[in-house]
């Protein structure tokens, strides 16, 4: 496998602090053309908005420094969540790809105003924004402080996340699966509670959300289906970096899916 994508993936770091120095013109203009029509597996279409930070008055109490902000919006409704998270990550991989910063914010933000700047109409929603910009040569103490807290430079085991034909029987990963689960593993999420699990049968790979309190309002959607999403979108780009075809369904779950827990699609690798 082309190590680019796992590079990329392994490499990226939320990033709080930004120096002064201007996103030009060029680089901007491959954002947007890059953000235009960003496809995800649900063909629900999630629109982009570039914002300039003083122009709009836009901030956050996380964020030092940092110039544009990307916005995302999407209309309510059944897998709004986990397609804005599948191409909202394709974004911020790309902006790293260009030596580009970012950082997922859903409630540090005055979410008004940001809503205002990107034009938010009824129906809509816009779970997260992100600064964008280059990375500062030194983190603050406080962004220091937050990546301690959750422990952002840490994951799960695969064996708590990857499972065979059913509930809680660790998955031995397939010799040519073992990169695309390792960047599954190392997908962001909200406070690092990485709530995507998978569960392999007869080659069709099962993603469910296992829940956890808080994560749900009308501003954001479901924050961890968002973070299924960025799973779903971390493994169909590494089956696409191994040239695999894949096919995705959403009526395919695999059991009876526990309580705390919600069945969200399954991809068979063809």
């Not at 580009?100 to 914010?105: P, Q, R």
């Not at 990107?118 to 129906?123: R, T, V």
Request: glycine letters at 8%; one cysteine or more; a negative charge.
């Amino acid at each position: 496998m082309n190590k680019d994508l796992m590079d990329t993936i392994k490499g990226r770091k939320s990033v709080r602090s930004y120096d002064d120095v201007p996103v030009g013109d060029d680089v901007r203009k491959d954002i947007e053309e890059y953000v235009k029509d960003l496809p995800n597996p649900f063909n629900i279409p999630v629109e982009f908005v570039i914002l300039d930070a003083n122009e709009h008055g836009l901030s956050s109490p996380v964020v030092s420094g940092g110039q544009l902000y990307v916005a995302a919006k999407v209309k309510k409704g059944p897998y709004a969540d986990v397609a804005f998270g599948y191409s909202f990550e394709k974004f911020v991989l790309h902006a790293w790809s260009l030596g580009l910063g970012t950082v997922w914010i859903g409630g540090t933000m005055k979410r008004e105003v940001f809503e205002k700047a990107a034009g938010l109409e009824a129906g809509e929603m816009m779970p997260c924004v992100s600064p964008v910009g280059y990375p500062a040569a030194k983190r603050s103490l406080k962004e220091t402080m937050m990546r301690k807290g959750i422990g952002a430079d840490s994951r799960l085991p695969g064996e708590k996340l990857f499972f065979k034909d059913d509930w809680g029987s660790p998955l031995e990963a397939p010799s040519d699966m073992k990169d695309i689960l390792e960047m599954v593993r190392w997908a962001p999420s909200a406070v690092n509670k990485q709530p995507w699990r998978i569960i392999e049968k007869d080659g069709v790979w099962h993603f469910y959300e296992k829940k956890d309190k808080g994560f749900v309002n009308d501003a954001t959607g479901d924050l961890q289906k968002i973070d299924v999403g960025i799973a779903l979108c971390h493994f169909l780009m590494g089956l696409e970096e191994q040239r695999k075809q894949a096919e995705v369904k959403i009526n395919d779950p695999l059991l009876k899916t526990p309580s705390d827990a919600e069945y969200i699609a399954s991809v068979r690798v063809l």
